[in-house]
C-alpha cells in the first residue's frame, strides 16, 4: 500500500549560497524562509520489482531520475530497507524556473519514505533527511516562518519560526521565463565560492538574518521586505564576481527589478527577491497585490503571475 506525502515550496528570504560540505549537503550560513500556499509536491512511495519515477504522470528516464534513487539508496543504506520503489511526483510548482521544486520534492519524498516504513522521526530529523535531499527541502518540512540552521551532520536541520503567522504577507511569482535554468543551484554555489567577496556575503548573511528575526517579530514589512530583497542583491553579486563570472538575470530579470524599483517611488511599496533562475517574485501587502499585478500585466508580455501567501507544513494524503 503507497504512502502519500504533500509538501509546499519555500522561498528563501535571507538565502543559502555556499556549502561547507556538497556530499551531506551543509550550508556554510544559516537561513530563513517563507513556505507558500499555492506550490507544492505530492509524491507517493510504494515497494516495487524495479526502481521507476513518474513526474507528473511520465516516466522519466533513469538520466532524470538518479537523483531521487540515489537519495532513496542513502534512506534504504540508514534505515536497513532492500526495497526498490515506484515513486510517483506531481508537481504544482514550475519546474526549474526560479521556485525552487526541490524544496517541496524533497521535503516530500523523505515524508514519504519514512511514513511508508512507519519510522519514527520528529520534524527536526525529518529536515535532516530532506536536507540531505536538497538543502532548501529542509525548510519545506513547517509552514509558515523556517530557519535552517548551519552546523555539523546532526545540528543542520530546519526549525519552526512561527507555523501560522498573522503578518500580511504576499508574494507575487511573476513567471516571465520558462526556460529551465542553465546552471544548477550546485554548480551556482561552487561557482560563488570564487568570489573575493564571498567571506563579506556569509558575515551579511549572518547578520541579515538576525535583523530579519527581529523583523517578522515585529511584523515590520518595510523592514522584511528591503532586507530580503538586499539580500537577494547579495546573493547574485557573489555571482556576478565570480571568477568565471555569470548570473541567472535575463533581460527581463532587470525590467522586472526596475520595475519594482519604480513603483516604490509611486508609494505602491514592494520589493523582490530572486533565486537561481531569471524570475522575479515580488514581496507585498495584500492592499497592493491588484495594483502590481497590474502593471506587471501590462509591462510584460504573457506573463503568467501566482499571488501566493504563507502555506503549511509536510501533510499526509492516505
Ligand atoms: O537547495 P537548493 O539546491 O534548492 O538551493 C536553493 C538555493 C536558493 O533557492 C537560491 C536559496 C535558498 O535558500 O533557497
Known sequence: MKKTARAHTNIALIKYWGKKDPKLRLPLMSSLSMTLDKFYTDTSIEAAEENSFYLNN???????????????????????????????????????????????????????????????????????????????????????FAIWQKGDDNSSFAYSLDEKPKMDLHLLAIELN????????????????????????????????????????????????????????????????????????EPDTIKAIKLVENMRTQGIECYYTIDAGPNVKVLCQLRNVKDIKQRFESSFNNVTIIDASFGPGVSYLD
Not at 531521487?68 to 520503489?85: A, G, H, R
Not at 567571506?199 to 515590520?220: C, G
Open 178 to 249: 520558462k526556460n529551465q535554468k542553465s546552471i544548477s543551484s550546485t554548480k551556482g554555489m561552487e561557482l560563488a565560492q570564487t568570489s573575493s567577496f564571498f567571506e563579506t556575503w556569509i558575515q551579511k548573511n549572518d547578520s541579515e538574518l538576525n535583523e530579519m528575526i527581529q523583523a517578522i517579530k515585529d511584523e515590520d514589512f518595510t523592514k522584511l521586505g528591503s532586507l530580503a530583497e538586499l539580500n537577494a542583491s547579495e546573493m547574485h553579486a557573489v555571482n556576478l564576481s565570480a571568477q568565471p563570472p555569470f548570473t541567472y538575470f
Open 58 to 144: 511520465e516516466k522519466q528516464t533513469s538520466n532524470a531520475s538518479k537523483r531521487v534513487f540515489s537519495y532513496l539508496e542513502m534512506l534504504k543504506k540508514k534505515y536497513d530497507i532492500t526495497d526498490n520503489f515506484t515513486v510517483s511526483s506531481i508537481n504544482h510548482v514550475p519546474t526549474a524556473a526560479g521556485l525552487a521544486s526541490s524544496s517541496s520534492a524533497f521535503a516530500a519524498l523523505a515524508s514519504a519514505f519514512c511514513a511508508y516504513y512507519n519510522i519514527n522521526v520528529d520534524k527536526k530529523e525529518l529536515s535532516r533527511l530532506a536536507r540531505m535531499g536538497s538543502g532548501s527541502a529542509s525548510r519545506s518540512i513547517y509552514g509558515g
